[in-house]
Nanobody, 129 residues
């Protein structure tokens, strides 16, 4: 079973930046699309961004487009999320996971899901106003 460990969260003021990392325990990481999700207190978990296995395509939720950038380094089995211009509404626990499209007919542009529905410990991002 692949273990995913998220890190890089913290407390930042609005307008600031953070870079999240997600490190996988196995080399099979580079065979799959990966995504970031977040869950704010009292809200459902939502998809933030995802990236195809080779980094060739990236997708973003409308709420983070233009502010967040997803990337991956398959040689290091690591996924990243650069978050700029952070807003208080970005406050949440952030998780990474291998992903599949919600609808294979639409591809990742139609949204993505964690098919295994298992989650790591996440990393907490808190943005103060």
């Amino acid at each position: 079973e692949v273990q995913l460990v998220e890190s890089g969260g913290g407390l930042v003021q609005a307008g600031g930046s953070l870079r999240l990392s997600c490190t996988a325990s196995e080399a099979t990481f580079d065979d799959v699309a990966m995504g970031w999700f977040r869950q704010a207190p009292g809200k459902e978990r939502e998809g933030v961004s995802c990236i195809t296995w080779n980094g060739g395509s990236t997708y973003y939720a409308d709420s983070v487009k233009g502010r967040f950038t997803i990337s991956r380094d398959n040689a290091k089995n690591t996924l990243y999320l650069q978050m700029n211009s952070l807003k208080p509404e970005d406050t949440a626990m952030y998780y990474c996971a291998a992903v599949l499209p919600l609808d294979t007919r639409l591809g990742y542009g139609g949204g993505w899901r964690n098919p295994f529905d298992t989650w790591g410990q996440g990393t907490l991002v808190t943005v103060s106003s």
